[in-house]
């Protein structure tokens, strides 16, 4: 097997593992809640009450839609030419959503004692538990699309590479 | 002149521009500070309460310092076929320190009921006016960023550009 196509098929194997990563991390995240009775007052946490978490969902959601479709994209075409601009920017969007919910996952789990924000998750431990996961899975799921622009980049830069396979 | 240099001198205005961009917003977020006095209790607003701000202007900084260094590494050494890896890793850092801080600061702006986190905008609206300004600026950085990548890939993508200079 040439270099090429081994390469090919290593890309495809990330986009598989990145595909089932983002799935998991949008399915846990939206399906984290848990009820509690605060003074009486019951509450539920999920995660609809944080646009950053929203946003989080989303972009897994989409990644992973792209991730099912584009194995299925002809290299030759217009499209396929335009597949490494487009996991450049799934990259940016798990990049900057995964961010986004770190930094609000974060302040639930420390608070800041400045702005007077309590922490949360001494009351919804379950809750903070299964978002934990979804973003660790968010994460690897960014550091695949990493590997990936990082992997296509290096066979575009060697175009002797892909002409030989 | 002929295309691909046209399209070099593009890219450095467009680093110089980031340049600019992001040493300010560097500057900005780490300058802001507003002391108020609430109920007696004087507080203090201020970029290191909070670590996303924190991250904001490090990540800033650095790129500051990045697009300052990277006219002069010349293109034909082994740091220059870098520069594209590089830039790409620059434009995660931005897009993901500008997401984290973007998160924190719409809590700021807005509060989380669900969460019981009250917005601070009103007690401290000289640092929040100031804090946006900088946030404005680490977007445009970041876009500007992105656009550096694209035109790279582009030029990598078509060496007979490149080899025509």
Redesign the interface.
């Known amino acids: 097997m040439s270099m090429a196509k081994t390469k090919n098929l290593c890309i495809l194997l990330l986009r598989l593992l990145a595909f089932g990563v983002t799935l998991s991390a949008a399915i846990a995240m939206a399906t984290t809640h848990e009820k509690v009775n605060i003074f009486m007052i019951e ?1 539920e ?1 999920k995660y609809s ?4 978490m929203k946003y989080f969902v989303i972009a897994n959601a989409l990644a992973s839609v792209y991730g099912l479709l584009v194995p299925f994209v002809p290299s030759e075409s217009v499209l396929g030419q335009l597949v ?2 487009m996991d ?1 920017v799934f ?2 969007l798990l ?10 996952a ?3 789990k420390r608070g ?1 004692s ?5 922490p ?1 998750c001494s009351q919804v431990p379950k809750y903070c538990k299964h978002a934990s996961g979804a973003l660790a899975a968010g994460f690897i799921g960014t550091i695949i699309y ?1 590997a990936i ?2 992997c296509s ?1 290096h066979m ?2 060697n ?1 002797l590479l892909v002409q030989k396979a």
Chains 1, 2 share one sequence.
């Open positions: 509450f946490a009450d944080s646009p950053a490494l601009v450049l990259t940016m990049t900057s959503s995964t961010s986004a919910a770190l930094a609000i974060y302040v639930g800041n400045q702005a007077g924000w309590l949360i990493m622009v990082l980049i575009a830069l175009p």
